[in-house]
Structures are given as C-alpha cells and as structure tokens.
C-alpha cells in the first residue's frame, strides 16, 4: 500500500510563507496527479491545486494568487507553497493521490498524507 | 465553482439502522462524484467513487447511488465503526469541490 508522508513547518507569522512536502514510497510517483486539501479548524474540506506528471498544475481560483505545487521527480516528492499568510490559513493541510493513472482531468483521492496542522498567528 | 450541498448536517441513528446522506450539486456532474468517511484526527477516507462504485476494502454495506445532480450514500445496517462525518465531493471540473459534511451522531 502506498503511503504519503508530509512534513512542515507548524507555526507562521502572518504574511509569511507556508511550505510543505509530501514524499510518496512507490516508484508509481511519475504515473499519478498529486493533490494539496486543507481544513480549517471544526470545518470542511477546500481543495487548494493538483500536479501532474509532467509538473502541470491546477490551482483553486481562490487561492491561485498565493500558491506554487512542485515536483521533484527525483525524491519522490511534491511540495506546497502558499505566501502571505493570514489566520484565514489556519488549518489542517493534507496531501492526497488522485486515484487514476495518467489521469487528465479532476479525480477523487484514494490515498492520503496524515496532515500536518499549520497554525497561523502573530 | 460547483457548488455541492448535503443534507443532513448532522444525523442521528442507532447500530443496525439503514442510513441515507443525500448530496445534490449545483450543475451537472455525470457520476463523478465520490463520498469520504473522516474520523476525528484522521485525514478522509474513500469509500465510493463515481458515485456507485466502492472502494477496495470497503465494507458492502455502503452503498452509493445516483447520477447528474442528485446523489445519496446508504449504510444499511449501521455499525459503531460507522459514527464519523461523511463528505461528497465532485471531480466532474477544476475545481474540484467538496459538500460541507454530514456528522453521523449515535443516537
């Protein structure tokens, strides 16, 4: 079974950057879309962009102005960066697989990182 | 965006009942639509993808149905592992969108 482990930093000033990686222990990294969904406190889930193989990306329109995904194929990893933080950040960040391979359009996630809780405060 | 909307918010059952959370999206999704269990501390877990086919290791007492803009999941036969919150989310377009969440509370 795959796994994705995600790791960060916890704690931002506002109008920092967050940033976060999701590494992936299978060599299918290259053959998947990879996913970055957030939860505020107590609410529901917001999907913040996708990468493909190819380091194509989607971005959620609302937060489009503020955030990178990347790949880096070598080390089986993706990484999230969203710049000028505010409290409105403050949520429980995750990484996910898009379920189908090679996938060319939005997909459901079948497998996900554990979370990491970013907490934005002065 | 697409908006999805469930219903109810919160629902109250008991062990052994049969459970409906309906899900209807603001255009036309085909049957891309999936439901998540998430319990609390953990990341969301797939049960059904496009909108009827459940997951690999998921018990057969979920069941989903539904195409276009109405959708339900069913739990017949409810268990004490089952009390957590259900989401629906489509993949029909960018962005993909989520329902706000429906909280199964043992009765």
């Known amino acids: 079974q795959v796994q994705l482990q995600q790791w960060g930093a916890g704690l931002l000033r506002p109008s920092e950057t967050l940033s976060l990686t999701c590494s992936v222990d299978?060599?299918?990294?290259?053959?998947?879309?990879w996913s970055w969904i957030r939860q505020a406190p107590g609410k529901g889930l917001e999907w913040i962009g996708d990468?493909?193989?190819?380091?194509?990306?989607n971005y959620n329109p609302s937060l489009k102005s503020r955030v990178t995904i990347s790949l880096h194929t070598s080390k089986n990893q993706f990484s999230l960066r969203l710049n000028s933080v505010t409290a409105a950040d403050t949520a429980i960040y995750y990484c996910?697989?898009?379920?189908?391979?090679?996938?060319?359009?939005?997909?459901?996630?079948?497998?996900w990182g554990q979370g990491t809780l970013v907490t934005v405060s002065p | 965006d697409i908006q999805m909307t469930q219903s109810p918010s919160t629902l109250s059952a008991s062990v052994g009942d049969r459970v409906t959370i309906t899900c209807r999206a603001s255009?036309?999704?085909?049957?891309?639509l999936g439901w998540y269990q998430q319990k609390p501390g953990k990341a969301p877990k797939l049960l059904i993808y496009?909108?009827?086919t459940l997951e690999s290791g998921v018990p057969s007492r979920f069941s989903g149905s539904g195409s276009g803009t109405e959708f339900t999941l069913t739990i017949s036969g409810l268990q004490p592992d089952d009390f957590a919150t259900y989401y629906c989310?489509?993949?029909?377009?960018?962005?993909?969108?989520f329902g706000q969440g429906t909280k199964l509370e043992i009765k």
């Open positions: 996910a697989r898009e379920k189908l391979e090679m996938a060319t359009k939005p997909d459901a996630f079948d497998i």
């Open positions: 299978d060599e299918s990294f290259r053959a998947y879309c």
């Open positions: 990468i493909n193989e190819n380091a194509g990306t």
């Open positions: 255009q036309f999704i085909s049957t891309w």
């Open positions: 496009q909108a009827s």
């Open positions: 989310q489509q993949y029909n377009s960018y962005p993909n969108t």
